[in-house]
């Protein structure tokens, strides 16, 4: 993103919506090993920064680098939790 990841420094100082947030990782997704523009980090920043600021969310990490493989897995369940009737 042009800027860089300016949620984790957001997130806390803006008045919380009332929605759901699924997030997916991979333990070697892009640029894992670089100091910059590293998306395992930066999504374990939002994360940091989501669970700080009260949202309802989830994070789930997987093996493997940047692929549409663990996600299309964990689809069925994402949508059954971001779905649901509670908020627990």
């Not at 919380?16 to 640029?31: S, T």
């Amino acid at each position: 993103m042009p800027g860089g990841n300016p949620y984790p420094e957001l997130l806390p100082t803006t008045p919380v919506k009332p929605v759901r947030i699924f997030m997916q990782a991979g333990h070697r997704d892009l640029n894992w090993n670089k100091p910059q523009h590293n998306w395992l980090a930066n999504n374990l920043g939002v994360a940091a920064a989501l669970a700080e600021a009260g949202y309802d969310f989830r994070f789930v990490q997987g093996d493997g680098n940047h692929s549409p493989n663990h996600g299309g897995v964990l689809l069925p369940d994402a949508l059954r939790w971001i779905y649901r009737a509670d908020r627990s």
